[in-house]
């Protein structure tokens, strides 16, 4: 079984009317949300996923995400051999088609989610000159377009390349984490369509979501650790060569 | 006194950066939105406003409220973790209305393809078939159901 | 427009975020920060040599200053929100805060300095021109009609104390647009500590260079001796700080093929394939080397008044070529690889588009106009001031 947050079907109009309180700008006043409560992240296990492109598909069409431009992808990973430093990587359009089939080419293969990682400590909030770009209470970080000036120095400060600018809004633009469904009890797109769990939204304040469990008993790695971002998305079973 | 029209001139570039000054508190006070600093250095009401957002996706719950029928021959195979619209795509607006919004068929040989290819990268123990060797070209759902994959040998499809 | 990608990059990674407007940023506020730097090693430290440039290059440091807002308003998604760095500027970020010292030069170093230094001479033509020009400097007086003996040594010291606190100014002017690249840890080819000095010298060397050939080329014009003594001393400053910027430079690229760290290898490739015209060639040999050369050779062998100007000419070209070889190295440098060190992109230049090379000329061309204006609406020639209290009387600092 799916291990997703579940809201009762019952419980969504009720969700309804709470968010005229969120319309209004105080989120905190919604019966059903409170930003304190929760800190968001999310796992990723490396095992399990299949590059079929499902959540970079579904992360387009929930987020009207333009044509090539990524707010997650996938990486297809080739190690020859002893060759850790030296991975051969491909991505075609951002595998939301998936790949093209491969004859076995020996070493290792292996298919690797990325999206943002909405650090704690993020570079990309810390550079920005305005403030358009922000962590919320609850761990997500979000940019605000209308404030948005399209000075691209959030794009150039995230080590992850998981920024990019709209061609349509000339703002900075990258994934919520699904926040409009997050706040409202649902998983986000790509967790929703990825076929064998490979993706799985965490709440990392929630102490009955099993990512504590899952972070005890397993062997899970950030990327770019050595850029002390805080980074929420965790890999379990993440090759060193990884980039 | 005489020292006072010496330094007039300076007096007076005083009083303009003085003047600059006022007026940008002033514009500062009337531009910056008020919700600013709210939460931090930054407008408190797009967290509202990004939270608002229609949703695209229905989530499986949803589907499985009204579609019983295909959860238990989904409970039967492997398919029942995969979620509704991981296949028939975003579809909360036929949630909504049923009626007026209906989801399209699905061309096995492309969506069933995307998972099920053979490509050295995917788990090994996953279900993987070089579709070319395998069917020939033809549609997955000629041989399977897609809800409940596993062509049985015995008994009923 | 499809781009050449080499190896892999992060799909969002393939196209370049900062243009060629970002590389004409830094080397217009270098120029801002060098010229002002040669003016004030008359103001400051007594070198009474380098003189007849004085106005010359606050002017030119003026002109420049006006533009460098320009690039980067051009290259906004939302130029129209722009002000929002003045109302909501966020603290940790070096971009927002580098507006303020922007606003800061701009406005309580390098315009208060000339107006000081002009004011007698405002407050003159306020009254002997006519028509717009009489308007203009009216206004610029601010209504004050006051050249005093006593009034004038005020502004004089209180110039004195400007240039004096202008000095760091530069630097920071100049050093923080460093810092903003310097500062960026997702970028190995940017994060340096050595950024901001490298920038700051850098922009030293522009400037002066900017200023000496600026001054032989309004002699010329106007048909006036160069003052040799003037030239050879700029010149001369000229080499001592290229000298120490092309160490630093060169301590930045020996340590880091030295260390040769994960990124290394990436960049090398870099330099090797698409940097080597632009890096090597052009801002190493051609830019710096041979400048360095030249201006060495003129120290130590004897040549005669024209060959110095011949040599200086070509070398302070060479300079300006090398030191916007080197922005251009930097920014689109820093952009040409992927972050997963794996693979490099391709810049494509547009022509006539907002961020083109259309556009980046009309920029570089444009502080020569503004100067053109301020040149005439503010002599800086020291032949063009007649009463006391002028240029051409006692030098700064001396009365």
């Not at chain 1, 309804?16 to 929760?38: C, D, I, R």
């Not at chain 1, 005890?216 to 060193?240: I, S």
């Not at chain 2, 002033?26 to 939105?33: H, S």
């Not at chain 3, 290259?75 to 500027?89: C, F, N, V």
Request: hydrophobic content about 45%; aromatic content about 10%; overall charge positive.
């Amino acid at each position: 079984m799916d291990i997703t947050r579940r809201r009762l079907l019952v419980l969504l109009p009720a969700a309804a009317v709470a968010w005229k309180f969120v319309l209004a700008g105080t989120p905190e006043a919604s019966p059903n949300y409170q930003l304190t409560e929760h800190w968001w992240g999310m796992l990723i296990d490396i095992p399990k996923c299949i590059g079929c492109g499902s959540c970079v598909r579904a992360c387009a069409e929930e987020n009207d995400v333009p044509e090539g431009y990524y707010r997650t992808w996938i990486e297809r990973y080739h190690v020859a051999d002893w060759k850790i430093e030296r991975p051969e990587v491909e991505s075609p359009d951002g595998g939301k088609q998936g790949f093209p089939p491969h004859a076995d080419e020996g070493g290792k293969n292996f298919f690797v989610p990325k999206l943002c990682n909405h650090c704690a400590e993020s570079p990309c909030t810390q550079v920005c000159p305005v403030g358009a770009t922000f962590v919320t209470p609850d761990g997500v970080v979000l940019v605000d377009k209308s404030y948005c000036l399209g000075c691209r120095y959030c794009v150039q400060a995230c080590p992850y390349g998981c920024r990019f600018i709209n061609p349509k809004t000339h703002t900075a633009e990258k994934c919520t984490l699904c926040y409009h469904r997050i706040t409202k009890g649902l998983t986000t797109a790509c967790c929703e369509v990825c076929p064998t769990g490979a993706r799985q939204l965490a709440d990392l304040k929630n102490p009955k979501d099993p990512i504590h469990e899952f972070l005890r008993t397993h062997t899970v790695q950030v990327l770019k650790p050595h850029m002390a971002t805080g980074a929420k998305v965790f890999y379990n079973g993440m090759d060193g060569s990884v980039r | 006194m005489n020292l006072f029209k010496d330094i007039e001139h300076l007096i007076r570039l005083a009083a303009v950066i003085a003047i600059a000054l006022v007026a940008f508190v002033i514009l500062r006070a009337a531009v910056v939105p008020r919700s600013f600093g709210q939460y931090g250095h930054y407008r408190g009401a797009a967290i509202g406003e990004m939270a608002s957002r229609p949703v695209a996706f229905a989530g499986h719950d949803t589907c499985e409220a009204c579609h019983t029928d295909v959860v238990d021959q989904k409970e039967l195979g492997k398919h029942v973790v995969v979620a509704c619209e991981a296949c028939h795509g975003a579809l909360a607006k036929h949630a909504d209305d049923p009626g007026s919004v209906q989801p399209g068929k699905l061309d096995t040989a492309v969506v069933c393809a995307r998972c099920h290819e053979a490509n050295s990268a995917k788990p090994k123990g996953f279900p993987q078939v070089a579709t070319a060797d395998h069917s020939g070209g033809l549609a997955c759902d000629i041989c399977h159901q897609s809800h409940r994959p596993k062509i049985e040998t015995e008994g009923k499809k | 427009m499809q781009i050449p990608v080499e190896g892999f990059m992060y799909p969002n990674e393939v196209e370049l975020q900062w243009s060629i407007l970002i590389v004409l940023y830094p080397f217009i506020t270098g120029l801002v920060a060098g010229a002002f730097i040669l003016a004030s090693l008359e103001r400051v430290f007594r070198v009474q040599a380098v003189k007849p440039t004085y106005r010359l290059a606050l002017l030119t440091a003026l002109a420049f200053l006006l533009v460098a807002p320009l690039p980067l308003q051009l290259h906004l998604g939302h130029p129209e929100r722009s002000l929002e760095m003045y109302l909501t500027p966020h603290r940790s970020s070096a971009m927002a805060m580098f507006g303020f010292v922007y606003l800061w030069y701009l406005m309580g170093v390098l315009l208060l300095e000339i107006w000081l230094d002009y004011r007698r001479e405002i407050v003159e033509f306020s009254q002997t021109t006519s028509g717009w020009k009489r308007r203009i400097y009216r206004v610029l007086t601010l209504g004050s009609k006051n050249v005093s003996e006593r009034s004038l040594r005020i502004d004089e010291r209180l110039g004195y104390f400007i240039t004096l606190i202008g000095i760091p100014s530069a630097f920071l002017l100049h050093g923080y647009v460093g810092f903003i690249f310097g500062s960026v840890k997702a970028n190995p080819w940017w994060s340096s500590p050595l950024m901001p000095i490298v920038f700051v010298f850098s922009a030293m060397v522009s400037g002066i260079s900017a200023v000496m050939l600026l001054y032989m080329l309004s002699n010329r014009l106007r048909r006036k001796e160069i003052d040799m003594r003037c030239l050879d001393t700029i010149a001369r400053y000229l080499l001592y700080t290229f000298i120490i910027d092309f160490s630093l430079e060169m301590l930045d690229l020996l340590q880091r093929i030295y260390e040769a760290d994960e990124s290394f290898r990436s960049l090398d490739f870099m330099v090797h394939t698409r940097l080597w015209i632009s890096q090597v060639i052009i801002q190493i040999l051609l830019g710096t080397v041979t400048p360095i050369a030249l201006l060495g050779l003129t120290q130590v062998l004897r040549f005669s008044d024209i060959a110095r100007k011949q040599i200086y000419v070509l070398a302070g070209c060479l300079t300006m070529i090398g030191i916007f070889a080197m922005r251009w190295n930097v920014v689109i440098g820093g952009q040409l690889f992927s972050k997963s060190f794996l693979g490099y992109t391709t810049y494509k230049m547009a022509f006539a588009t907002r961020e083109g090379l259309l556009t980046a000329i009309a920029l570089m061309i444009l502080p020569f106009i503004i100067l053109w204006f301020l040149v005439k609406l503010l002599p800086p020639w020291p032949e063009s001031a007649s009463s006391p209290g002028s240029i051409a009387a006692p030098a700064h600092g001396t009365s």
